[in-house]
């Protein structure tokens, strides 16, 4: 067996397992103090530990990458500029990503070129229109390009002409017909984010080959997206690692309905609908692989607020992250996870946030009572919060008629804690070797050695 | 168990679903959910009529679409079912739920509301578990029906049964002490949560007039006082073209109202107690039977809201003037003979002294989601030229009014072309100095022909290779800007 390093890395924390080792090393860091390359340092100089592979899985939020890359350019048909930023209806809280927020309208150029919907070219590109195109492009100083053409399902010529003249121009295209499956405005959208990722990917890679300089080592990398491992030089992935969390899941778990309750993200199994097909993440490149595991209603970082009429309510909005997660009182607001610690106190996620759960119960309980009905206080505070705990499970799995307790398999890091709270026990039946699935990156490795 | 958390539970259950309501036995509202403005009106007006003239027994689901018996326009049906919500037969224990379901609209330039498709009064049709296929097949067998009624009906009475079953397990779980107790308690907390929201409402008095053609005009006058809200529209006139019913009207004034107030489209009992609303029979905001309704459920609802909306900114600041927003959703249809293609265009929102109008603003829309054009050039003989922002149609100012939209669509076969636009002005009025927004247009280009601008509403038999260009309109500025864009 290979010397496997497996890196998960998530928007508050990043876990890190080593196989084979001298013992079972799983770790886990809170990103606000830990960089990736600061973990492979940590690494190496405590385990002494030389990897020849690297497993990499990015659980990045897209709300995220706002701001953190430039917006790429976007070539459609003429007349088409403004479609995908009028087709997208606004998304609701927390279900999809929104592809609207990448798009820079200034960065949306037309093309004259028509496909018809039986395939036959109507009108095909012209050179100076694309000369003049490359021009402006080098002028706004954009390197990744989406290209998107309207039935390009069906001819894929015009698309493939335009990444070829682009290419011998330096630029970084992606085309909307490497989605094979879907209409127009997800795989669109598909060629879009995976041209909004790609500058990203760039500098997470550069930053792990200056660590891999520094610190000697040499190893295979690849990373995970949603049709398996892939290279991580492979650009052509980098869009399909934005449910590759899901994916890891489904592979992993074998019960076909579980909950997985991480440290900062709770899963769920769930049948397709219509209201899921919206997405174009769901797509992966020439596949038509759909996880069927999705984020949960619940999130631990969920917030607590007065909703409509005042009532006290779970929102659909999670709290900040940086720097670090605001939970357990740090916050200004009361999340799920700080209500759940008030009840039942992870020993772990005590040591992880660094703090003396007491204070930090009493500040939760301070927060709640600013938002609470009059009639609750410190003496009967805990009464709302076992009802606001048990209103938020019925989040979970709530498109299945909150059919929660009955019948659904817990895994994951806090499924221990809240078994006991909802006097149910954990499940250990799985895909793995372990019995209980703690640790994502755990799951890295045992995907790519099966 | 907490009284609040059963709204909770509530709204988590219909989550996915945008329009329906919930009302106890006495017909009182414990829950109401509105996608478009008049969805709070239509869905408790139909459920208090389906209680009040048919008497369901639990398990019992009726159908309605008629807009005057509190219905919205002919292509939305409401689904009514009685349930039960414990094992004791008391009447505390009934409930209604009401569901909206929408077909693919038509549109018809009709002078008679039962031209514009089949008006159905509250009808019973069987139970969760054994539909009235003999009714419902009736239904679907009007030449005016919706395509693929029963089989839509049919999955929606099943999906009825489940909600109805959840919602019932969960009023059990609830209610199981004192039901009388708990739906007093639970009134009283959002008696409670709407006094907190009349709290931030200014008292005073707003009084607006808007015209509605030549001699006639929507006159209303706002009374915000610390109990009661009260939209008095005594004077307003009629208009030939279009107008709502009273329940509509109530569904956008209490709409109108939340959204002013930054609020979430749902609300209970509590909320409908302090709206007063005065609507005079036979005008604008209360036509009477005959009149068709589908336009006064598109533009004059888009209408209706904006002039609301700038009531409530002359409550809160007496001196403003509001740009129109633009209110024609600029509905059309294309007869291929064996299908039917029905779009919109939406128009921009009015600039603010806040900020700049929307683009395309769904200002009340029918539909939320654009369907895709690989779509439907596959299914419908057309072709896409264009669907874009409409340029320089916002009115301009320091605050620019929304842009509208444009469509141009080629036909690939003969077709009848239908299509109905709203502009009761000039043009889309700026305000503070802000200029006027560009009106909506509709212009066809038949083969080997010149453009030709078309008025507002009509209905063409097309040949093969037209152009058809339909642009929304903008919304006005809002703010002297002068050309140096100072």
Redesign the interface.
Known sequence: MSRCLSLHVGEFFSEASLRPASETIHLRFANARWSSEKILSHIKVKFAFDPEVLLLNYDLKADLLKGRTQAPAIITNS?????L?????EPPNGAFFDPVSFINPDFCFGVTQRV??QGHVLESLKSEEIEFLIAKLKMIGCRSVAVGL??S?LNNEGEIELRNRLNDEGFVVYCSSDLSIG???ERWSWALLSATLDPLFDVFKSRLDQSFTDLGWSPRVFIFTSVGFKDFSEKEARASTLLATEHLLQQSIESENFCFFGVESFYESFQHSK?HLMAPWHFSPKNSNWPKVKKS?LQPSLLLAR????????TDIEAGFEPGPICLGKGLRPTWLDIFSTVASPEFLVDLYEVKIGDARYRIREQLLQIA?SEFSLKNIHE?EY?LL??SF??VA??R??AFLANIDLYGPLAEAISKWLKKPVSSRSRLNSSKVEFLSDLLIEAFFR | MNPSSLFNHIDLIFRLNHSLSLLDSQGQVIFCKAQRAEDFGNLVAVGQNVNQYLKLLPSEVAVVNDPYSGGSHLSCFYLVCRFQSGAQKQQMNYFTLVKKILFKPRLRLAAHIDEEGVRVPPTPIGTFKEPNLLVIKAIAAHPLAPAKFESIILNEIEQLCKDAHLVGQLLRDHLRESPQAFLKDYSQIFRQGVNTLFDRVPDGIAEIQWPLGPSSSLQLKLNAQPKSLTFDFSGTGSMDEFGITDSACLGVCIASFLRWMGHPLVTTQALYDRIILIAPKGSFVNQSFPQPIFRGITDGVAYLSFCLASTFEKLRQPGIAAAFSGYSQCSFELDFGDQVFFDHVLPGSGGQSQGPGEVGAANWGLYQLQPSVEEIEAIYPMRFKTINIRKNSGGSGVHPGGAGQDKTIELLRDARFTWSFSHLHPKLRGSDGGRHGAPPEVVITLPGTKKQSQPLSGTLQLPVGSVISVHSSGGGGWGFQDTAGN
């Not at chain 1, 930023?85 to 209806?89: A, D, G, I, T």
């Open positions: 007349g088409f500029e403004d479609w930023k009028l087709s997208w209806p018809d919907a309207l039935n399902h209409s127009e405005k209201n209603l909703g409509p009429y005042d009532i006290v309510t779970w009905p709302l009802a048990k209103e019925f989040r709530s498109d008629g909150g």
